[in-house]
């Protein structure tokens, strides 16, 4: 059995955990930023790499305290070496260089969204590959085929907006506070989401990809147009995002070939109505639907010691001067797409 310590630092969590290959948690730490990049209404970059650096180290002294361990109980340092805000990526990765170095442990340099994409197994041991994964989070819109441990296969990504960016600026716009995506789900119960008349982008399209700006601005000339109720503008919003992505995965799920199991990952999962929706699809194709837990969903440090675990159990590791990457797609053979890749 191996312990890893995983470091995630790429957007606005600060986190520390020790997982083991035999998948138990034995400590976790989360600092969220949500306080510090709410008067901004969303995530400043330079803000959050400052304050990554200050809450870090005591985060990682914690998480070793918390599981009665020190440096050299653990096997290997899995810290996330992007895509992200290359600021916080930095503080991270160039803390967890500097702990393989001092200890001698290995370093694991992990892929953000490998993360979230291999946290599904963390959470149940069944989950075998190949397997279809939404992955729908504030900077993440994509849907991957997942076959293995470094193998996938991109089926679709935005265009422009992530799923939860569209949540959470329809939030704004109905000056709902950040982050949205819950505030949005929370409004929508009281509302009638066929109120407001709004456009399905790429709905049925021959494209793969997925396309929120102009739903996004359709809620804004809705509210503009002073017609609606705020709870049927939240409700018409959120009933035409789920109509967009069971779409758009019905479609990859037509060319992906076998797969296991349908599971959800990212922020976004934590939407009900989404989850049921995609309860209801993975029924139709007779396919399990599984998500991990919410804690797991969103951005962890679990899942980027357990990502660690999973390569370290294959023999990998990394040298310890490699460079952080802004940008970091899960599968390099993926065509771009016109107007992509605005966030990781
Ligand atoms: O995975 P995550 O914590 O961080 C990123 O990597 O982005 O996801 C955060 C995103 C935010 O955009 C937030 O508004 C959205 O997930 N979100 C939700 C809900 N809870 C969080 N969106 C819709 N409904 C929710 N209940
Ligand atoms: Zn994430």
């Given at each position: 059995?191996?312990?890893?310590?995983?470091?995630?630092?790429?957007?606005?969590?600060?986190?520390?955990?020790?997982?083991?290959?035999?998948?138990?948690?034995?400590?976790?730490?989360?600092?969220?930023?949500?306080?510090?990049?709410?008067?901004?209404?969303?995530?400043?970059?330079?803000?959050?790499?400052?304050?990554?650096?200050?809450?870090?180290?005591?985060?990682?002294?914690?998480?070793?305290?918390?599981?009665?361990?020190?440096?050299?109980?653990?096997?290997?340092?899995?810290?996330?070496?992007?895509?992200?805000?290359?600021?916080?990526?930095?503080?991270?990765?160039?803390?967890?260089?500097?702990?393989?170095?001092?200890?001698?442990?290995?370093?694991?340099?992990?892929?953000?969204?490998?993360?979230?994409?291999l946290?599904?197994?963390?959470?149940?041991?069944?989950?075998?590959?190949?397997?279809?994964?939404?992955?729908?989070?504030?900077?993440?819109?994509?849907?991957?085929?997942?076959?293995?441990v470094?193998?996938?296969?991109?089926?679709?990504?935005?265009?422009?907006?992530?799923?939860?960016?569209?949540?959470?600026?329809?939030?704004?716009?109905?000056?709902?506070?950040?982050?949205?995506?819950?505030?949005?789900?929370?409004?929508?119960?009281?509302?009638?989401?066929?109120?407001?008349?709004?456009?399905?982008?790429?709905?049925?399209?021959?494209?793969?990809?997925?396309?929120?700006?102009?739903?996004?601005?359709?809620?804004?000339?809705?509210?503009?147009?002073?017609?609606?109720?705020?709870?049927?503008?939240?409700?018409?919003?959120?009933?035409?995002?789920?109509?967009?992505?069971?779409?758009?995965?019905?479609?990859?799920?037509?060319?992906?070939?076998?797969?296991?199991?349908?599971?959800?990952?990212?922020?976004?999962?934590?939407?009900?109505?989404?989850?049921?929706?995609?309860?209801?699809?993975?029924?139709?194709?007779?396919?399990?639907?599984?998500?991990?837990?919410?804690?797991?969903?969103?951005?962890?440090?679990?899942?980027?010691?357990w990502a660690?675990a999973e390569r370290?159990t294959?023999?990998?590791?990394?040298?310890?001067?490699?460079?952080?990457?802004?940008?970091?797609?899960?599968?390099?053979?993926?065509?771009?797409?016109?107007?992509?890749?605005?966030?990781?």
């Amino acid at each position: 059995m191996a312990t890893i310590l995983g470091i995630e630092s790429s957007c606005d969590e600060t986190a520390a955990a020790l997982v083991t290959s035999e998948r138990a948690i034995l400590a976790q730490h989360i600092a969220s930023q949500d306080e510090v990049h709410r008067p901004y209404g969303g995530v400043v970059p330079e803000i959050a790499a400052r304050a990554h650096a200050e809450r870090l180290a005591p985060l990682i002294e914690a998480t070793l305290a918390n599981a009665g361990c020190t440096l050299a109980d653990v096997d290997a340092i899995a810290a996330t070496a992007g895509p992200g805000l290359i600021g916080g990526v930095m503080v991270g990765l160039v803390t967890g260089k500097a702990l393989a170095m001092a200890s001698g442990k290995p370093l694991i340099a992990i892929n953000h969204l490998e993360g979230h994409a291999l946290s599904p197994r963390l959470a149940d041991a069944t989950l075998v590959f190949p397997y279809a994964l939404l992955l729908v989070s504030g900077g993440h819109c994509q849907i991957l085929r997942v076959d293995g441990v470094g193998r996938y296969r991109r089926m679709a990504t935005t265009i422009d907006d992530a799923l939860g960016e569209a949540f959470d600026k329809t939030a704004k716009i109905l000056g709902l506070g950040y982050p949205g995506g819950p505030k949005v789900e929370k409004l929508a119960q009281a509302g009638d989401a066929r109120a407001v008349p709004l456009p399905r982008p790429l709905l049925g399209s021959h494209e793969p990809h997925f396309s929120f700006a102009g739903l996004k601005s359709a809620v804004l000339r809705a509210k503009e147009s002073g017609q609606y109720r705020e709870e049927d503008l939240a409700a018409s919003f959120q009933q035409a995002a789920i109509d967009c992505v069971i779409d758009r995965l019905q479609r990859a799920l037509a060319g992906m070939g076998d797969v296991t199991a349908l599971v959800v990952a990212g922020g976004v999962a934590a939407n009900r109505p989404m989850r049921e929706a995609l309860e209801r699809l993975a029924q139709t194709h007779g396919l399990p639907f599984t998500a991990p837990p919410l804690p797991l969903c969103t951005d962890n440090a679990a899942m980027i010691a357990w990502a660690g675990a999973e390569r370290y159990t294959q023999g990998q590791s990394d040298p310890l001067d490699f460079a952080a990457r802004p940008r970091w797609p899960l599968d390099p053979d993926a065509e771009p797409v016109r107007g992509a890749g605005v966030k990781a």
